[in-house]
Protein backbone atom coordinates (compact mmCIF):
# COMPACT_ATOMS: atom_id res chain seq x y z
CA UNK A 1 0.00 0.00 0.00
CA UNK A 2 1.36 3.57 -1.01
CA UNK A 3 -0.54 6.09 0.76
CA UNK A 4 -0.59 9.56 -0.35
CA UNK A 5 0.56 9.03 -3.45
CA UNK A 6 -1.93 11.39 -5.28
CA UNK A 7 -1.78 15.40 -3.63
CA UNK A 8 -5.43 16.85 -3.36
CA UNK A 9 -5.39 18.81 -6.19
CA UNK A 10 -4.71 16.53 -8.40
CA UNK A 11 -7.11 14.21 -7.34
CA UNK A 12 -9.04 17.02 -7.71
CA UNK A 13 -8.42 17.24 -10.94
CA UNK A 14 -9.03 13.27 -11.63
CA UNK A 15 -12.36 13.64 -9.70
CA UNK A 16 -13.37 16.29 -12.19
CA UNK A 17 -12.62 14.43 -15.36
CA UNK A 18 -14.01 11.39 -14.65
CA UNK A 19 -17.54 13.54 -13.58
CA UNK A 20 -17.12 14.67 -17.05
CA UNK A 21 -16.80 11.46 -19.03
CA UNK A 22 -19.36 9.59 -16.88
CA UNK A 23 -21.62 12.97 -18.31
CA UNK A 24 -20.51 12.11 -21.96
CA UNK A 25 -21.23 8.50 -21.47
CA UNK A 26 -24.28 8.14 -20.49
CA UNK A 27 -25.40 10.70 -23.63
CA UNK A 28 -23.66 8.48 -26.01
CA UNK A 29 -21.01 10.68 -26.84
CA UNK A 30 -17.34 8.41 -25.93
CA UNK A 31 -16.24 6.07 -28.37
CA UNK A 32 -17.45 2.66 -28.28
CA UNK A 33 -17.63 0.88 -25.26
CA UNK A 34 -15.40 3.34 -23.42
CA UNK A 35 -18.45 3.60 -20.76
CA UNK A 36 -20.55 0.88 -19.53
CA UNK A 37 -23.14 1.00 -17.21
CA UNK A 38 -24.03 -2.27 -14.79
CA UNK A 39 -27.20 -4.15 -15.98
CA UNK A 40 -30.57 -2.99 -14.35
CA UNK A 41 -31.07 -6.66 -12.53
CA UNK A 42 -27.43 -6.17 -10.80
CA UNK A 43 -27.62 -2.43 -10.50
CA UNK A 44 -30.98 -2.85 -8.10
CA UNK A 45 -29.31 -5.52 -5.78
CA UNK A 46 -26.24 -2.77 -5.48
CA UNK A 47 -24.07 -5.03 -7.46
CA UNK A 48 -21.15 -3.37 -9.98
CA UNK A 49 -20.75 0.17 -10.57
CA UNK A 50 -20.76 2.88 -14.12
CA UNK A 51 -17.02 1.83 -15.84
CA UNK A 52 -15.34 4.26 -17.80
CA UNK A 53 -12.37 2.10 -19.83
CA UNK A 54 -9.74 2.70 -21.66
CA UNK A 55 -6.80 0.86 -23.47
CA UNK A 56 -8.69 -2.45 -23.71
CA UNK A 57 -12.21 -3.02 -22.52
CA UNK A 58 -13.35 -5.54 -19.76
CA UNK A 59 -17.06 -7.03 -18.44
CA UNK A 60 -17.90 -9.84 -16.20
CA UNK A 61 -13.85 -10.36 -15.88
CA UNK A 62 -13.66 -11.20 -19.46
CA UNK A 63 -11.20 -8.97 -21.70
CA UNK A 64 -12.65 -7.82 -25.21
CA UNK A 65 -9.19 -7.06 -27.35
CA UNK A 66 -11.49 -6.03 -30.69
CA UNK A 67 -14.01 -3.52 -28.86
CA UNK A 68 -13.25 -0.03 -29.16
CA UNK A 69 -12.75 2.35 -26.64
CA UNK A 70 -10.91 5.38 -25.72
CA UNK A 71 -6.71 5.00 -26.06
CA UNK A 72 -5.00 5.70 -22.65
CA UNK A 73 -2.09 7.03 -24.51
CA UNK A 74 -4.84 10.13 -25.25
CA UNK A 75 -6.18 10.63 -22.27
CA UNK A 76 -2.94 13.12 -20.87
CA UNK A 77 -4.81 13.17 -17.13
CA UNK A 78 -4.18 9.40 -17.47
CA UNK A 79 -0.63 9.19 -18.68
CA UNK A 80 0.48 12.20 -15.57
CA UNK A 81 -1.04 9.45 -12.95
CA UNK A 82 0.87 6.59 -14.53
CA UNK A 83 4.02 8.97 -14.60
CA UNK A 84 3.28 9.73 -10.73
CA UNK A 85 3.01 6.24 -9.89
CA UNK A 86 6.37 5.23 -11.51
CA UNK A 87 7.53 8.08 -10.00
CA UNK A 88 6.54 7.13 -6.38
CA UNK A 89 7.98 3.24 -6.94
CA UNK A 90 4.50 2.07 -7.10
CA UNK A 91 5.11 0.52 -10.50
CA UNK A 92 8.39 0.01 -12.77
CA UNK A 93 8.93 2.12 -16.04
CA UNK A 94 8.34 -1.40 -17.43
CA UNK A 95 5.48 -2.08 -15.75
CA UNK A 96 3.86 0.70 -17.65
CA UNK A 97 0.09 -0.28 -17.98
CA UNK A 98 -1.86 -0.64 -21.07
CA UNK A 99 -5.32 -0.62 -19.90
CA UNK A 100 -7.34 1.32 -17.14
CA UNK A 101 -10.22 0.73 -15.52
CA UNK A 102 -12.25 3.61 -13.48
CA UNK A 103 -15.03 2.04 -10.94
CA UNK A 104 -17.54 4.65 -9.80
CA UNK A 105 -18.93 3.34 -6.80
CA UNK A 106 -22.94 5.13 -5.64
CA UNK A 107 -23.52 4.47 -2.08
CA UNK A 108 -24.52 0.64 -1.28
CA UNK A 109 -22.52 -0.80 -4.72
CA UNK A 110 -20.01 -3.90 -4.31
CA UNK A 111 -18.87 -6.29 -6.33
CA UNK A 112 -18.87 -10.35 -5.51
CA UNK A 113 -15.42 -12.35 -5.08
CA UNK A 114 -13.08 -12.71 -8.29
CA UNK A 115 -9.93 -12.84 -9.88
CA UNK A 116 -8.31 -10.77 -12.44
CA UNK A 117 -8.27 -11.90 -15.81
CA UNK A 118 -5.15 -13.96 -16.29
CA UNK A 119 -4.68 -12.32 -19.41
CA UNK A 120 -3.40 -9.30 -16.98
CA UNK A 121 -0.16 -9.62 -15.96
CA UNK A 122 1.21 -8.78 -12.70
CA UNK A 123 1.25 -6.03 -11.11
CA UNK A 124 -2.21 -4.87 -10.46
CA UNK A 125 -2.60 -1.21 -9.42
CA UNK A 126 -5.81 0.45 -7.59
CA UNK A 127 -5.73 4.57 -7.01
CA UNK A 128 -8.77 5.09 -4.49
CA UNK A 129 -10.41 8.78 -4.34
CA UNK A 130 -13.57 10.74 -2.65
CA UNK A 131 -13.51 8.01 0.21
CA UNK A 132 -11.97 5.33 2.07
CA UNK A 133 -13.60 2.06 1.48
CA UNK A 134 -11.75 -1.37 2.26
CA UNK A 135 -10.68 -4.29 0.18
CA UNK A 136 -11.50 -8.31 0.81
CA UNK A 137 -8.52 -10.76 0.14
CA UNK A 138 -8.91 -14.52 0.89
CA UNK A 139 -8.65 -18.03 0.06
CA UNK A 140 -12.61 -18.67 0.53
CA UNK A 141 -14.35 -15.19 0.59
CA UNK A 142 -17.73 -15.93 2.22
CA UNK A 143 -21.08 -13.89 2.68
CA UNK A 144 -23.59 -12.31 0.56
CA UNK A 145 -25.00 -9.05 -1.03
CA UNK A 146 -22.02 -7.30 -0.18
CA UNK A 147 -21.30 -8.31 3.53
CA UNK A 148 -17.60 -10.80 3.08
CA UNK A 149 -15.45 -12.10 5.11
CA UNK A 150 -11.99 -13.21 4.47
CA UNK A 151 -8.61 -13.77 6.04
CA UNK A 152 -7.49 -9.92 5.15
CA UNK A 153 -10.06 -6.48 4.71
CA UNK A 154 -7.71 -3.87 3.85
CA UNK A 155 -8.61 -0.43 4.19
CA UNK A 156 -7.84 1.88 1.36
CA UNK A 157 -7.07 5.34 2.45
CA UNK A 158 -8.10 8.47 -0.41
CA UNK A 159 -5.03 9.38 -2.52
CA UNK A 160 -3.45 5.80 -1.53
CA UNK A 161 -2.69 3.12 -4.45
CA UNK A 162 -3.18 -0.31 -3.73
CA UNK A 163 -0.19 -2.59 -5.41
CA UNK A 164 -1.52 -6.29 -6.17
CA UNK A 165 1.00 -8.88 -7.40
CA UNK A 166 2.51 -12.17 -6.84
CA UNK A 167 -0.04 -14.67 -5.45
CA UNK A 168 -2.77 -11.99 -4.54
CA UNK A 169 -3.45 -11.73 -8.19
CA UNK A 170 -4.77 -15.20 -8.22
CA UNK A 171 -5.87 -17.73 -8.97
CA UNK A 172 -5.77 -19.46 -5.35
CA UNK A 173 -6.56 -15.91 -3.72
CA UNK A 174 -9.50 -13.71 -4.57
CA UNK A 175 -10.55 -10.71 -4.15
CA UNK A 176 -14.14 -8.68 -3.28
CA UNK A 177 -15.19 -5.26 -2.88
CA UNK A 178 -18.05 -5.18 0.48
CA UNK A 179 -21.08 -2.37 0.43
CA UNK A 180 -19.71 1.54 -0.05
CA UNK A 181 -20.69 3.55 2.21
CA UNK A 182 -20.07 6.82 0.42
CA UNK A 183 -19.32 7.55 -3.28
CA UNK A 184 -16.07 5.95 -4.34
CA UNK A 185 -13.43 5.81 -7.71
CA UNK A 186 -11.00 3.90 -8.24
CA UNK A 187 -8.32 3.81 -11.05
CA UNK A 188 -7.46 0.19 -11.62
CA UNK A 189 -4.75 -0.09 -13.93
CA UNK A 190 -3.21 -2.93 -15.85
CA UNK A 191 -1.58 -4.56 -18.72
CA UNK A 192 -1.84 -7.37 -21.22
CA UNK A 193 0.33 -9.85 -22.03
CA UNK A 194 2.35 -9.59 -25.30
CA UNK A 195 0.52 -12.28 -27.16
CA UNK A 196 -3.01 -10.94 -26.15
CA UNK A 197 -2.16 -7.60 -27.44
CA UNK A 198 -1.03 -9.12 -30.68
CA UNK A 199 -4.05 -11.12 -31.42
CA UNK A 200 -6.22 -7.70 -30.21
CA UNK A 201 -3.95 -6.04 -33.13
CA UNK A 202 -5.27 -8.62 -35.17
CA UNK A 203 -8.55 -8.63 -34.14
CA UNK A 204 -9.41 -4.91 -34.00
CA UNK A 205 -7.58 -4.72 -37.56
CA UNK A 206 -9.90 -7.86 -38.76
CA UNK A 207 -12.92 -5.57 -36.87
CA UNK A 208 -11.68 -1.98 -38.93
CA UNK A 209 -11.86 -4.06 -42.20
CA UNK A 210 -14.89 -5.90 -41.52
CA UNK A 211 -16.48 -2.64 -40.42
CA UNK A 212 -15.22 -0.66 -43.96
CA UNK A 213 -16.26 -3.74 -45.51
CA UNK A 214 -20.44 -3.46 -43.69
CA UNK A 215 -20.28 -0.08 -44.86
CA UNK A 216 -19.62 -0.79 -48.51
CA UNK A 217 -21.96 -3.13 -48.52
CA UNK A 218 -24.57 -1.05 -47.27
CA UNK A 219 -23.64 1.69 -49.37
CA UNK A 220 -23.98 -0.13 -52.49
CA UNK A 221 -27.31 -1.68 -50.88
CA UNK A 222 -28.36 1.76 -50.53
CA UNK A 223 -27.16 2.21 -53.99
CA UNK A 224 -28.76 -0.54 -56.09
CA UNK A 225 -32.14 -0.05 -53.47
CA UNK A 226 -32.26 3.59 -54.90
CA UNK A 227 -31.52 2.48 -58.47
CA UNK A 228 -34.26 -0.24 -58.30
CA UNK A 229 -36.78 2.23 -57.01
CA UNK A 230 -35.77 4.77 -59.99
CA UNK A 231 -35.98 1.92 -61.98
CA UNK A 232 -39.30 1.14 -61.28
CA UNK A 233 -40.35 4.64 -61.32
CA UNK A 234 -39.21 5.23 -64.71
CA UNK A 235 -40.77 1.62 -65.71
CA UNK A 236 -44.21 3.04 -64.12
CA UNK A 237 -43.62 5.79 -65.95
CA UNK A 238 -43.11 4.49 -69.29
CA UNK A 239 -46.10 2.21 -69.44
CA UNK A 240 -48.24 5.21 -68.50
CA UNK A 241 -46.92 6.99 -71.38
CA UNK A 242 -47.52 4.02 -73.18
CA UNK A 243 -50.95 3.57 -72.15
CA UNK A 244 -51.78 6.96 -72.75
CA UNK A 245 -50.56 6.87 -76.67
CA UNK A 246 -52.65 3.47 -77.50
CA UNK A 247 -55.47 5.56 -76.20
CA UNK A 248 -54.25 8.59 -78.31
CA UNK A 249 -53.97 6.26 -81.23
CA UNK A 250 -57.25 4.26 -80.41
CA UNK A 251 -58.95 7.82 -81.04
CA UNK A 252 -56.82 9.17 -84.15
CA UNK A 253 -58.13 6.10 -86.06
CA UNK A 254 -62.03 6.99 -85.24
CA UNK A 255 -61.24 10.67 -86.62
CA UNK A 256 -62.24 9.81 -90.58
CA UNK A 257 -60.31 13.51 -91.52
CA UNK A 258 -56.65 12.12 -91.21
CA UNK A 259 -55.47 11.10 -94.89
CA UNK A 260 -52.11 10.82 -94.13
CA UNK A 261 -50.64 8.17 -92.24
CA UNK A 262 -47.38 6.79 -91.86
CA UNK A 263 -46.21 2.94 -92.10
CA UNK A 264 -44.02 1.38 -89.82
CA UNK A 265 -41.16 -0.17 -91.22
CA UNK A 266 -40.65 -3.94 -90.65
CA UNK A 267 -37.81 -4.44 -88.64
CA UNK A 268 -35.55 -6.60 -91.92
CA UNK A 269 -36.44 -3.80 -94.19
CA UNK A 270 -35.53 -1.45 -91.92
CA UNK A 271 -32.06 -3.42 -91.13
CA UNK A 272 -31.21 -3.60 -95.49
CA UNK A 273 -32.35 0.02 -95.64
CA UNK A 274 -29.98 1.50 -93.35
CA UNK A 275 -27.21 -0.32 -95.26
CA UNK A 276 -24.97 2.15 -96.91
CA UNK A 277 -25.65 2.98 -100.25
CA UNK A 278 -22.30 1.43 -102.54
CA UNK A 279 -22.38 4.85 -104.51
CA UNK A 280 -24.80 7.73 -105.46
CA UNK A 281 -26.40 7.29 -109.02
CA UNK A 282 -25.88 9.58 -111.61
CA UNK A 283 -29.15 11.64 -110.40
CA UNK A 284 -27.38 12.90 -107.50
CA UNK A 285 -24.94 15.43 -107.12
CA UNK A 286 -21.60 14.34 -105.49
CA UNK A 287 -20.87 16.09 -102.49
CA UNK A 288 -18.02 18.77 -102.65
CA UNK A 289 -14.79 18.56 -101.57
CA UNK A 290 -12.04 21.37 -100.44
CA UNK A 291 -9.44 21.84 -97.92
CA UNK A 292 -12.02 21.57 -94.68
CA UNK A 293 -12.63 17.95 -96.09
CA UNK A 294 -11.47 14.09 -95.20
CA UNK A 295 -12.42 12.54 -98.59
CA UNK A 296 -11.71 9.01 -96.55
CA UNK A 297 -14.19 9.86 -93.77
CA UNK A 298 -16.69 7.00 -93.16
CA UNK A 299 -19.59 9.75 -93.24
CA UNK A 300 -19.15 10.53 -96.95
CA UNK A 301 -18.65 6.84 -98.40
CA UNK A 302 -22.20 6.40 -98.92
CA UNK A 303 -25.59 7.30 -97.04
CA UNK A 304 -27.64 4.48 -96.07
CA UNK A 305 -30.17 3.53 -98.43
CA UNK A 306 -33.26 4.99 -96.78
CA UNK A 307 -31.20 8.55 -96.38
CA UNK A 308 -30.62 8.00 -100.24
CA UNK A 309 -33.44 6.56 -101.38
CA UNK A 310 -36.01 8.05 -99.16
CA UNK A 311 -35.14 11.14 -97.99
CA UNK A 312 -32.57 13.04 -100.54
CA UNK A 313 -34.48 11.80 -103.72
CA UNK A 314 -37.51 12.20 -102.93
CA UNK A 315 -36.95 15.93 -101.90
CA UNK A 316 -35.39 16.41 -105.56
CA UNK A 317 -38.37 14.79 -106.81
CA UNK A 318 -41.14 16.85 -104.77
CA UNK A 319 -38.96 19.96 -104.42
CA UNK A 320 -41.75 22.07 -106.12
CA UNK A 321 -44.41 21.41 -104.81
CA UNK A 322 -42.76 21.26 -100.98
CA UNK A 323 -41.32 24.97 -101.66
CA UNK A 324 -45.64 25.96 -102.17
CA UNK A 325 -46.23 24.44 -98.39
CA UNK A 326 -43.27 26.06 -96.74
CA UNK A 327 -42.77 29.68 -97.09
CA UNK A 328 -41.41 30.90 -93.57
CA UNK A 329 -40.10 29.93 -90.00
CA UNK A 330 -42.47 28.83 -87.53
CA UNK A 331 -42.96 31.07 -84.79
CA UNK A 332 -40.79 29.66 -82.25
CA UNK A 333 -37.69 29.53 -84.54
CA UNK A 334 -38.54 32.99 -85.28
CA UNK A 335 -38.58 34.30 -81.93
CA UNK A 336 -34.97 32.31 -81.88
CA UNK A 337 -33.63 34.19 -84.82
CA UNK A 338 -34.86 37.09 -83.47
CA UNK A 339 -33.13 37.16 -79.88
CA UNK A 340 -29.46 36.38 -81.30
CA UNK A 341 -27.23 39.56 -80.95
CA UNK A 342 -27.66 42.20 -84.01
CA UNK A 343 -25.74 41.29 -87.25
CA UNK A 344 -25.24 37.55 -86.60
CA UNK A 345 -24.21 35.02 -88.87
CA UNK A 346 -26.30 31.90 -89.37
CA UNK A 347 -25.52 28.14 -90.82
CA UNK A 348 -28.74 26.53 -91.85
CA UNK A 349 -27.92 23.21 -91.84
CA UNK A 350 -30.51 21.27 -93.74
CA UNK A 351 -31.76 24.93 -95.06
CA UNK A 352 -34.38 23.40 -97.82
CA UNK A 353 -35.82 25.55 -99.77
CA UNK A 354 -34.47 28.80 -97.04
CA UNK A 355 -37.34 29.35 -95.55
CA UNK A 356 -35.62 30.71 -92.58
CA UNK A 357 -33.40 33.21 -94.64
CA UNK A 358 -35.17 36.19 -95.32
CA UNK A 359 -36.01 36.36 -91.22
CA UNK A 360 -32.07 36.21 -90.73
CA UNK A 361 -31.69 39.54 -92.64
CA UNK A 362 -35.18 40.83 -91.12
CA UNK A 363 -35.43 39.82 -87.36
CA UNK A 364 -31.71 39.94 -86.24
CA UNK A 365 -30.20 41.97 -88.74
CA UNK A 366 -27.51 39.26 -89.79
CA UNK A 367 -26.89 36.88 -92.60
CA UNK A 368 -27.97 32.79 -93.23
CA UNK A 369 -25.75 30.73 -95.32
CA UNK A 370 -27.32 27.67 -95.81
CA UNK A 371 -26.61 24.04 -96.79
CA UNK A 372 -28.40 21.08 -97.84
CA UNK A 373 -28.00 17.82 -99.79
CA UNK A 374 -30.77 17.70 -102.27
CA UNK A 375 -30.13 19.98 -105.40
CA UNK A 376 -33.66 20.78 -106.56
CA UNK A 377 -34.29 22.83 -103.30
CA UNK A 378 -31.01 24.59 -103.45
CA UNK A 379 -31.72 25.85 -106.79
CA UNK A 380 -34.94 27.55 -105.26
CA UNK A 381 -32.42 28.85 -102.84
CA UNK A 382 -30.08 30.37 -105.83
CA UNK A 383 -33.42 31.64 -107.27
CA UNK A 384 -34.37 33.31 -104.34
CA UNK A 385 -31.04 34.97 -104.74
CA UNK A 386 -29.81 33.37 -101.09
CA UNK A 387 -26.20 31.98 -100.20
CA UNK A 388 -26.39 28.23 -100.16
CA UNK A 389 -24.04 25.10 -100.67
CA UNK A 390 -24.49 21.73 -101.25
CA UNK A 391 -23.78 19.80 -98.93
CA UNK A 392 -24.18 16.77 -95.91
CA UNK A 393 -25.19 18.18 -92.58
CA UNK A 394 -22.80 15.22 -91.34
CA UNK A 395 -19.29 17.04 -92.95
CA UNK A 396 -19.88 20.35 -93.04
CA UNK A 397 -17.50 22.55 -95.38
CA UNK A 398 -16.86 25.04 -93.32
CA UNK A 399 -14.16 26.09 -90.54
CA UNK A 400 -14.80 25.38 -86.54
CA UNK A 401 -16.47 28.50 -84.16
CA UNK A 402 -17.35 30.17 -87.23
CA UNK A 403 -21.04 30.74 -87.18
CA UNK A 404 -22.78 32.91 -84.22
CA UNK A 405 -25.81 30.67 -84.46
CA UNK A 406 -27.23 27.31 -86.10
CA UNK A 407 -30.06 26.28 -87.35
CA UNK A 408 -31.04 22.52 -87.81
CA UNK A 409 -34.92 22.79 -88.32
CA UNK A 410 -36.38 19.41 -89.10
CA UNK A 411 -33.57 17.43 -90.30
CA UNK A 412 -32.57 14.92 -87.41
CA UNK A 413 -35.46 12.66 -88.07
CA UNK A 414 -34.52 12.04 -91.77
CA UNK A 415 -30.96 10.19 -90.35
CA UNK A 416 -31.20 6.49 -89.55
CA UNK A 417 -29.19 5.92 -86.91
CA UNK A 418 -27.98 6.61 -83.46
CA UNK A 419 -24.10 7.26 -84.50
CA UNK A 420 -25.14 9.41 -87.09
CA UNK A 421 -27.42 11.51 -85.04
CA UNK A 422 -24.84 12.10 -83.16
CA UNK A 423 -22.36 13.12 -85.53
CA UNK A 424 -24.77 15.97 -87.26
CA UNK A 425 -25.22 17.41 -83.53
CA UNK A 426 -21.50 17.41 -83.41
CA UNK A 427 -20.79 18.98 -86.86
CA UNK A 428 -23.54 21.52 -85.73
CA UNK A 429 -21.49 22.43 -82.54
CA UNK A 430 -18.05 22.15 -84.25
CA UNK A 431 -18.91 25.26 -86.82
CA UNK A 432 -20.74 27.19 -84.01
CA UNK A 433 -18.64 29.97 -82.06
CA UNK A 434 -17.97 29.66 -78.40
CA UNK A 435 -21.00 31.74 -76.77
CA UNK A 436 -22.97 30.75 -79.51
CA UNK A 437 -26.66 29.14 -79.57
CA UNK A 438 -28.17 26.12 -82.04
CA UNK A 439 -31.39 25.11 -82.25
CA UNK A 440 -32.31 21.43 -82.85
CA UNK A 441 -36.08 20.88 -84.35
CA UNK A 442 -37.23 16.70 -84.91
CA UNK A 443 -40.67 14.97 -85.85
CA UNK A 444 -41.64 14.20 -82.39
CA UNK A 445 -43.72 10.79 -81.83
CA UNK A 446 -46.25 12.29 -79.68
CA UNK A 447 -48.56 14.48 -81.27
CA UNK A 448 -51.74 16.07 -80.48
CA UNK A 449 -55.10 14.81 -81.69
CA UNK A 450 -55.92 16.14 -84.69
CA UNK A 451 -52.59 18.24 -85.21
CA UNK A 452 -51.18 20.23 -87.93
CA UNK A 453 -49.52 16.82 -89.40
CA UNK A 454 -52.33 14.82 -89.03
CA UNK A 455 -49.83 11.74 -89.19
CA UNK A 456 -50.06 8.99 -87.18
CA UNK A 457 -47.20 7.11 -85.55
CA UNK A 458 -46.91 3.49 -84.61
CA UNK A 459 -43.58 2.74 -84.76
CA UNK A 460 -40.42 5.46 -84.78
CA UNK A 461 -39.22 4.44 -87.62
CA UNK A 462 -41.39 5.03 -90.07
CA UNK A 463 -41.88 5.80 -94.03
CA UNK A 464 -44.50 9.14 -94.06
CA UNK A 465 -46.08 9.67 -97.54
CA UNK A 466 -46.29 12.61 -99.66
CA UNK A 467 -48.64 13.42 -102.43
CA UNK A 468 -47.69 14.94 -105.37
CA UNK A 469 -50.92 16.43 -107.13
CA UNK A 470 -50.21 17.60 -110.34
CA UNK A 471 -52.28 19.45 -113.09
CA UNK A 472 -55.93 21.45 -113.37
CA UNK A 473 -58.40 21.37 -111.44
CA UNK A 474 -61.09 20.32 -114.70
CA UNK A 475 -58.86 18.00 -115.16
CA UNK A 476 -60.41 14.51 -115.53
CA UNK A 477 -59.64 11.62 -113.52
CA UNK A 478 -57.59 9.82 -116.27
CA UNK A 479 -56.19 12.73 -117.48
CA UNK A 480 -54.76 13.08 -113.58
CA UNK A 481 -53.47 9.39 -113.45
CA UNK A 482 -51.77 9.90 -116.35
CA UNK A 483 -50.07 12.76 -115.01
CA UNK A 484 -49.00 11.10 -111.54
CA UNK A 485 -47.82 8.33 -113.86
CA UNK A 486 -45.41 10.75 -115.74
CA UNK A 487 -44.31 12.24 -112.12
CA UNK A 488 -43.07 8.91 -110.86
CA UNK A 489 -41.21 8.07 -114.24
CA UNK A 490 -39.63 11.21 -114.47
CA UNK A 491 -38.76 11.64 -110.53
CA UNK A 492 -35.17 10.63 -109.21
CA UNK A 493 -36.46 8.71 -106.28
CA UNK A 494 -37.24 5.14 -107.65
CA UNK A 495 -40.14 3.86 -105.23
CA UNK A 496 -43.09 6.39 -106.10
CA UNK A 497 -46.18 4.87 -106.74
CA UNK A 498 -49.37 6.17 -108.14
CA UNK A 499 -52.51 7.13 -105.64
CA UNK A 500 -55.09 6.15 -108.48
CA UNK A 501 -58.02 7.44 -106.12
CA UNK A 502 -56.42 10.48 -105.71
CA UNK A 503 -54.59 10.81 -108.98
CA UNK A 504 -51.51 11.75 -107.44
CA UNK A 505 -47.84 10.68 -107.41
CA UNK A 506 -46.86 9.17 -103.93
CA UNK A 507 -43.43 9.11 -102.56
CA UNK A 508 -42.07 7.90 -99.03
CA UNK A 509 -40.09 9.42 -96.64
CA UNK A 510 -37.76 7.79 -94.36
CA UNK A 511 -38.45 9.59 -90.50
CA UNK A 512 -36.98 8.21 -87.37
CA UNK A 513 -39.49 10.22 -84.59
CA UNK A 514 -38.42 10.65 -81.17
CA UNK A 515 -39.90 10.00 -77.97
CA UNK A 516 -40.39 12.40 -75.30
CA UNK A 517 -36.65 13.08 -73.58
CA UNK A 518 -34.61 11.03 -76.60
CA UNK A 519 -33.46 14.67 -77.98
CA UNK A 520 -32.22 15.58 -74.87
CA UNK A 521 -29.99 12.78 -74.15
CA UNK A 522 -28.40 12.60 -77.68
CA UNK A 523 -27.05 16.33 -77.29
CA UNK A 524 -26.11 15.45 -74.00
CA UNK A 525 -24.18 12.38 -75.25
CA UNK A 526 -22.79 13.58 -77.93
CA UNK A 527 -21.62 16.47 -75.69
CA UNK A 528 -20.21 14.59 -73.57
CA UNK A 529 -18.45 12.14 -75.98
CA UNK A 530 -16.94 14.69 -78.37
CA UNK A 531 -15.67 16.59 -75.06
CA UNK A 532 -17.60 19.87 -76.24
CA UNK A 533 -17.84 22.74 -73.45
CA UNK A 534 -21.48 23.52 -74.26
CA UNK A 535 -24.82 23.10 -72.10
CA UNK A 536 -29.16 22.03 -72.90
CA UNK A 537 -30.59 25.62 -71.89
CA UNK A 538 -34.05 25.23 -73.29
CA UNK A 539 -36.74 22.39 -74.62
CA UNK A 540 -39.91 21.66 -75.32
CA UNK A 541 -42.76 21.04 -77.61
CA UNK A 542 -43.91 22.78 -80.30
CA UNK A 543 -46.45 21.81 -82.70
CA UNK A 544 -45.63 17.99 -83.19
CA UNK A 545 -42.07 18.61 -82.99
CA UNK A 546 -39.51 18.21 -80.58
CA UNK A 547 -36.82 20.97 -80.02
CA UNK A 548 -33.84 21.88 -77.86
CA UNK A 549 -31.37 24.94 -77.67
CA UNK A 550 -28.04 24.43 -76.73
CA UNK A 551 -25.41 27.15 -75.47
CA UNK A 552 -21.38 26.87 -76.78
CA UNK A 553 -19.76 28.00 -73.47
CA UNK A 554 -17.17 30.49 -73.74
CA UNK A 555 -13.54 29.24 -72.49
CA UNK A 556 -12.26 32.15 -70.29
CA UNK A 557 -8.07 32.35 -70.94
CA UNK A 558 -6.92 33.32 -67.59
CA UNK A 559 -3.85 36.19 -68.14
CA UNK A 560 -0.62 35.25 -67.50
Known amino acids: ?48 REMVQYGFYTNSNRVYPGCKVAEIEREPVLVELIDLLIKHGVIKDTERPDQCTVNVYSPGMWLPP ?29 GENGTWEGELELPMPIGSALRVAGEAMGPDYMHAIPKTTARRIS ?37 AKKAAKKAAKERRRKERAEAEMRSKMARRRSVSCISAKSTPLPPELLRRMKKRSNSFDGGSTPIPMNSSYDQHNEYLKGRPICEEEYVRKVYDSIALQWHGTRYKPWPKVAKFIERQPKGSLFADIGCGNGKNWAACTDLCGGYSIGSDF ?14 VHGADALQLPYRSEVFDAVLSIAVLHHISSRKRRMRLMSEALRVLRSGGQALFYAWAFEQELNSVSGHIFEEQDVLVPWHVKVGRPNLTVEERIAAAKSVVQK ?32 IEETIANEGINACIIESYHDTGNWAVCVKKIKNIKREM
Open 1 to 48: MFLNCCGTDFQRRLVEYIDLQLIKGRKGELPGKTYDSPPPSWAKKGQS
Open 114 to 142: HVDNCKFISPLVTVSLVSEQSVVFGKDIK
Open 187 to 223: FTLRRLSEDVKLKAKREREEIENNRLLTAQKKRELKK
Open 374 to 387: SIELLKICNGLEQE
Open 491 to 522: AVASHGEVDEEKGAAVFQRYCHVYVKGELETL
